[in-house]
C-alpha cells in the first residue's frame, strides 16, 4: 500500500468520505446484526465481572475488618505487662483481657505468647466439636490455656481448660516439648520489624483450618505477641455470593494455595500426619484442570505450582468438555498474602437471552443499510469541499505564500473554526518570518536592540515601544531603546528605574508573570515622570502602556518590554484575549533570548578583549626589554591594515576586510607574542654572556682573586725560605699585573658589545687554562637537579686543582622528555633544534662571536612563535577566527623562506601577517622604553628596513604602503618622542629595484 501512494496514486477527499461512509454503512449493517447480541453478551459478562468485583473487594474489606481490630489488640497487648510475665500465675492474671479478645473477635482463634527465653502462653478458644475431640477437652470446656516453661535445656507443656467463667476444668502435664517459638516465623518476623506484622497464610494443624497469624514484638525486642486469626470466613463469603448454579469460585495465593472456595475442598498433603494447604493444581474438577491447561498454553504466567494468573485481573473464555467457559480472575491483596479471586462460570448460564436477540436484529438492519447510502454520498461531498480549499491553502503556506488571506465559511463549526485559526496561523507565521529575518540580519547589541523594538511595535500595531534591560548588578532597570511611529526618539529623559521600588508600576510589571496594562492621563500616574514622558511622547492625553516582562532560557526576568497605545484597555486589566498582545507575549520570549545572546557574545567579546589586553599587559611588563611592545604592534597593524582598505589603486585596490576579518586581525595582533609568557626571563633579559639568574662573572672574578693570592703566597713562601726579596716582590707585581690583565679581558669579553676576534677568541681559551686550588666540596648546598646532573662525573679528592674557566659536565642541561620540537611536529615547524636545552659551559658563553646569547638560548628566545602558534592552535576558534594562529605565528617569516618558525614564502603567508611582520619590526626599532638600546630615528629604522625589504625579508609591496600612505608618520606621532622624527626621503628608500 505504502508503494502504491508513494507513486502517486492520490486521490480527493470526496473520493475518500463518500468510500468512508459507504463502507461504513455497509460494515454497519453487518455489525448491527450482532450489536444487541454482543451488547447483551458483554452486558452479562460485565454484570458476571462486576459481581466478581464486588465479591473481591466484599472479601476484601471483611478480613481487612477483621485483621485491623486483630492488629489493634496486638498493637496493645504487645506493649501491656502481660509481656513482661516470667511465671504462670502472673499470665492467668491477664487472662480475662484475652478471652475477652477472643469472644469479640469471633475470627481470632488463638492468642500467644512467644518469650525470648523459648518459652510460650498461647489462649485458644474452641469454635467447633472437631476442634474440642482434637484437644480432648471437657464438654463445659470454652478456652484451652497451652503454657511451655522452659527449665534448664528443657521446655515442660502445660494444657489447662477453662470455662466461660475461667473456671479451671481440667489440668494435663503433657511433659518435655520440643516446640521453640523463637523458631517459628512468625516469630522471627516480629523481630524484624517494628510494627504489627502479618505472616503468609499456613495450616493451623490443632484447629483444622488456615489461617494467618499477627505478630508484635515488645517495646525492646525481647518478646512477641501474635494473634491466630481463621480465613474461613472468606469461604462463607464465596458460598453467600455465587455467579451461577455451576460457578466454581477459589481464592488461591500467589504461590498456588487454595485459602478458600465456595465448596468444601479440604486440605490434604502427601503425609496425612502433617495436613496442609490445598494446591489450587491439585484440585480434581474436570473444569479446574482444563482452565489450567488452557492457561499454560495460552497465557505465559503458569509455573509448576499451577497458580492462577501471577496477580494479573482479567476476563477469559476456554473450553472444558466441549462447553465455554469465562473465567475471570481479579486480584486480592490481603495482610499477609497477595492472593486473586478466580470465578469459572458457564458461558451457556450467562448468554441465554442474548440468542435470542441476535436473529431479531438481521431485517431490520438491512433496510437501515439501503436507505443510508445516498444520504452518506451527499454529505461526503458537503464536508469535502471546505477541506479541498483549505488544503489549497496548506500548499500556498507551504510554498511561504502569504499574499492573500483565507476567506472561508462553512455550517460545520469544526471547518469553519479550522479555516479561522488557518488564516490566524498563516498571518501570524508571516509576522513572525518577517521578524525573525529582520533580527536574525543584526549581529550588533544596540542595532539589534533598536530592531526588536521597531518590529515589536509594528508587529503590534502599537503607537510606540520601549525595552527596559536589568543592569548587571541586577538592581535597576535601564532603559536601552526607545521609539514611536516616527522612528528612533531620545532615552536620555527616561531615569532608570530601582528593583528596590516595588511599587513602581514598571517594577511591579517586571515582577509579574503576566501582562499587564496601566493607563496614564490626567489622574493617574501623573506624578511618575517614566509615565508622564511617554504619554507626552504619543502626543495624547490618554495612554495605555501594555507592560510584558522579558525572561530568559532559565525563566529569569531580564528586562520588560513596554508597549504605548492610545487608550485601549482598562487600569490594571489582565490583557489575554487581544490576538496582537497574546502573539507579542509568545515573542517576547524570542526577543528576550536573542537580546541576552547577543548581550552575552558581547560580554564575551569583552572578556576575550579583557584577557587579550592582560597577556599582552603582562608580557610587556615581564621584561623591561619588551616595553610596551605587545601594546603597541596591534595599533601600527591596523593602521596598516586601515590604509591597505582605502588604497584606490595599486596592488592593495581591492584588499577589503570585513567586520569578521577585523576581529580576525584585532585578536592576532594583539596575541602574537603571547607565547613569550613560556621564554625565561634571564633569557630575555641576558644583558651579558655568563648571565643566567644572575652574573657568574662574579665567580670568574673571585677565582683571579684566588689566583693572585695563590701567587702571593708562592712569592712570600720563596722569600721566607731566603730568596731575594725585592726581586720576587717586583715579580709578584708584575704576574699581579698580567692576572689583572686577563680579568679585564674576560669582563670585556663578558659584555659581549663587540664580535670576539679569532685571535681575541684564542687568548681566552689560553687564559681558560690557568688553575687554581678549589679545598672545598662543589657539591654541599646545591640543588637535588644540579646532583642529579653531576652524577655522570666522579667526585674528585680534595684539594683539586680546576681550570680557571671551563665547560663542565653538569653545564649542560638536556631536553626532558617529549619537550624537544621533532622534525615531523603537526604544526609544520622546521627550526633547527639545539641538541640540548642549555648550554651554561663558562669558555662555551664567553665565546659567543657576537651578542651574549648562545645558539640554545637564542632558540628559545625564538621559540616563543612556536608556542604563539600552538596556544593559538590550542584554543577553540569559531569558523570566521581559524586564521588567528596563522596571522599572529607568521611576523617572523621572511618572503624568501628563511624565516621561521616554518620558512613560509611571502605567497604562503597572509597579507595580514606580512603588515603584521612590518609592524612588528618598525616597532622594536623605534622602540624608546628598552634598556638595552637607545631608540633609533625615524629614518635610521626605515633605513635598515629598506634593506630587509631588499633582502627579501619583508614584503616590498606592504612596506611601499607602509611609506606612500604615510602610515609610518602617523604611528611616530602619536608614539615616538620628537627627537626621534627626522626627515624621510620615502623615493630614496624606494628607488632601488624591488626584488622579485
Known amino acids: ?292 491447561a488452557w492457561k499454560a498454553a495460552n497465557l505465559d504466567v503458569a509455573n509448576a505450582d499451577g497458580e492462577v494468573a501471577g496477580g494479573l485481573d482479567f476476563s477469559q473464555v476456554f473450553t472444558s468438555q466441549g462447553e465455554n467457559w469465562l473465567a475471570v480472575v481479579r486480584p486480592v491483596s490481603l495482610p499477609g498474602m497477595n492472593a486473586s479471586l478466580l470465578v469459572l462460570t458457564p458461558e451457556r448460564e450467562l448468554l441465554a437471552e442474548a440468542y435470542a436477540i441476535r436473529n431479531q436484529s438481521v431485517m431490520i438492519t438491512s433496510l437501515i443499510v439501503l436507505l443510508s447510502i445516498p444520504l452518506a454520498l451527499v454529505i461526503a461531498h458537503y464536508i469535502a469541499e471546505p477541506l479541498r480549499m483549505l488544503a489549497a491553502e496548506t500548499q500556498r503556506i507551504n510554498r511561504f505564500d502569504y499574499s492573500s488571506g483565507i476567506e472561508l465559511k462553512s455550517m460545520i463549526r469544526e471547518i469553519h473554526e479550522l479555516a479561522s485559526g488557518m488564516d490566524i496561523m498563516k498571518k501570524t507565521i508571516a509576522r513572525f518570518t518577517d521578524l525573525i529575518r529582520s533580527v536574525s540580519a543584526e549581529k550588533d547589541f544596540l542595532p539589534l536592540l533598536a530592531r526588536v523594538t521597531s518590529e515589536t511595535m509594528h508587529v503590534s ?292 658589545s663587540e664580535g670576539l676576534s679569532e685571535q681575541n677568541a684564542e687568548r681566552l681559551r689560553k687564559i681558560a687554562e690557568r688553575t687554581w686550588t678549589r679545598t672545598l666540596d662543589d657539591r654541599l648546598g646545591i640543588s637535588w637537579e644540579e646532583v642529579k646532573r653531576r652524577q655522570g662525573t666522579p667526585e674528585e679528592s680534595l684539594p683539586v686543582e680546576e681550570k680557571l674557566l671551563d665547560n663542565k659536565l653538569h653545564h649542560v642541561i638536556p631536553w626532558r622528555r617529549g619537550e624537544r620540537l621533532s622534525e615531523d611536529n603537526p604544526w609544520g615547524f622546521k627550526m633547527e633544534v639545539p641538541d640540548v636545552k642549555y648550554d651554561r659551559g663558562e669558555l662555551h658563553n664567553l665565546l659567543i662571536q657576537r651578542g651574549t646569547l648562545t645558539d640554545e638560548e637564542r632558540f628559545i628566545i625564538n621559540n616563543h612563535i612556536v608556542q604563539t602558534i600552538i596556544m593559538l592552535k590550542s584554543l577553540p576558534f569559531p569558523r570566521h577566527l581559524q586564521q588567528v594562529p596563522e596571522i599572529a605565528g607568521g611576523h617572523h617569516e621572511k618572503m624568501d623562506g628563511s624565516g621561521y618558525p616554518r620558512r613560509l614564502s611571502k605567497d604562503e603567508m597572509p597579507v595580514t601577517a606580512r603588515m603584521m611582520a612590518i609592524a612588528d619590526i618598525f616597532e622594536a626599532l623605534t622602540a624608546s622604553d628598552r634598556p638595552y638600546k637607545e631608540p633609533k630615528s625615524l629614518s635610521e629604522s626605515l633605513n635598515i628596513m629598506s634593506r630587509m625589504r631588499q633582502g627579501q625579508h619583508i614584503d616590498p609591496e606592504v612596506f611601499e604602503l607602509f611609506l606612500r600612505s604615510g602610515v609610518y608618520l602617523e604611528y611616530a606621532r602619536r608614539f615616538l618622542n620628537p627627537d626621534q622624527i627626522d626627515a624621510v626621503d620615502i623615493d630614496a628608500l624606494l628607488e632601488s629595484e624591488t626584488p622579485a
Open 1 to 292: 500500500m505504502r508503494k502504491i501512494i508513494s507513486k502517486g496514486l492520490h486521490y480527493s477527499i470526496k473520493v475518500h468520505l463518500s468510500t468512508a461512509f459507504v463502507l461504513t454503512l455497509l460494515a454497519f449493517g453487518v455489525v448491527l446484526g450482532w450489536f444487541h447480541y454482543q451488547k447483551l453478551t458483554d452486558l452479562l459478562v460485565a454484570s458476571s465481572e462486576q459481581l466478581s468485583d464486588r465479591i473481591a473487594d466484599e472479601v476484601i474489606s471483611d478480613f481487612n475488618i477483621s485483621h485491623s481490630a486483630t492488629a489493634n489488640i496486638v498493637e496493645l497487648l504487645a506493649l501491656s505487662p502481660l509481656m513482661e510475665t516470667s511465671s504462670l500465675s502472673d499470665r492467668f492474671s491477664h487472662l480475662p483481657s484475652l478471652a475477652l479478645a477472643l469472644d469479640t473477635h469471633k475470627d481470632v482463634v488463638a492468642l500467644q505468647v512467644g518469650y525470648e527465653s523459648g518459652e510460650y502462653f498461647i489462649v485458644r478458644k474452641i469454635n467447633s466439636e472437631t476442634m474440642r475431640q482434637r484437644f480432648s477437652a471437657p464438654k463445659e470446656a470454652v478456652y484451652i490455656v497451652d503454657n511451655i516453661e522452659a527449665l534448664g535445656e528443657e521446655r515442660f507443656l502445660e494444657r489447662f481448660f477453662f470455662d466461660a467463667q475461667l473456671l479451671q476444668l481440667d489440668y494435663l502435664s503433657l511433659g518435655t516439648t520440643d516446640y521453640d517459638p523463637r523458631v517459628r516465623p512468625w516469630f522471627k518476623m516480629a523481630m524484624e520489624n517494628d510494627s504489627v506484622s502479618t505472616s503468609a497464610p499456613y495450616f493451623f494443624y490443632f484447629i483444622g483450618e488456615v489461617g494467618v497469624t499477627v505478630v508484635r514484638a515488645s517495646e525492646f525486642k525481647q518478646h512477641v505477641f501474635g494473634a491466630d486469626i481463621a480465613v474461613s470466613a472468606l469461604s462463607e463469603s464465596l458460598k453467600e455470593n455465587p455467579i451461577s448454579p455451576s460457578s466454581e469460585m477459589f481464592i488461591v495465593t500467589d504461590d498456588g494455595g487454595v485459602v478458600a472456595s465456595r465448596r468444601d475442598y479440604r486440605p490434604t498433603s502427601k503425609d496425612e500426619s502433617t495436613p496442609g494447604i490445598l494446591a489450587f493444581k491439585e484440585v480434581k474438577q474436570p473444569v479446574v484442570q482444563d482452565y489450567l
Open 461 to 752: 500595531q502599537a503607537d510606540g515601544a520601549v525595552i527596559y534591560l536589568m543592569n548587571d548588578e541586577g538592581t535597576a532597570l535601564e532603559p536601552r531603546s526607545l521609539q514611536n511611529k516616527e522612528g528612533a526618539c531620545e532615552i536620555g529623559q527616561l531615569p532608570r528605574l530601582m528593583l528596590s521600588l516595588k511599587k513602581h508600576p514598571f517594577v511591579a510589571g517586571t515582577n509579574d508573570d503576566r501582562v499587564r496594562v496601566i493607563k496614564v492621563n490626567d489622574e493617574l500616574h501623573q506624578d511618575d515622570p517614566t509615565c508622564s514622558y511617554l504619554r507626552e511622547l504619543l502626543n495624547t492625553t490618554e495612554a495605555d502602556i501594555v507592560l510584558i516582562p522579558l525572561k530568559n532560557r532559565q525563566k529569569q526576568k531580564i528586562g520588560l518590554l513596554c508597549l504605548l497605545f492610545d487608550t485601549r484597555f482598562e487600569e490594571g486589566q489582565i490583557i489575554t484575549e487581544d490576538a496582537r498582545i497574546a502573539f507579542v507575549n509568545a515573542l517576547s520570549g524570542f526577543s528576550a533570548i536573542t537580546i541576552e545572546s547577543s548581550y552575552l557574545l558581547n560580554a564575551q567579546k569583552a572578556l576575550l578583549e579583557s584577557f587579550m589586553k592582560l597577556i599582552a599587559g603582562a608580557i610587556d611588563e615581564k621584561s623591561p626589554y619588551t616595553g610596551g611592545h605587545c601594546q603597541r604592534v596591534p595599533e601600527l597593524t591596523k593602521m596598516l591594515a586601515r590604509a591597505a582598505c582605502t588604497a584606490s589603486e595599486g596592488p592593495f585596490a581591492r584588499f577589503n576586510l570585513n567586520a569578521e576579518q577585523w576581529e580576525e586581525l584585532h585578536i592576532a595582533a594583539w596575541m602574537h607574542d603571547c607565547g613569550k609568557v613560556t621564554t625565561p626571563e634571564y633569557v630575555v633579559d641576558k644583558a651579558t654572556k655568563l648571565e643566567t639568574i644572575y652574573d657568574r662573572i662574579h665567580e670568574v672574578r673571585m677565582r683571579f682573586e684566588v689566583i693572585k693570592q695563590m701567587e702571593a703566597v708562592k712569592t712570600w713562601k720563596h722569600i721566607a725560605e731566603g730568596g731575594d726579596k725585592d726581586a720576587a716582590l717586583q715579580s709578584l707585581q708584575r704576574v699581579w699585573k698580567s692576572i689583572d690583565d686577563d680579568w679585564k679581558f674576560i669582563a670585556e669579553c663578558n659584555k659581549g
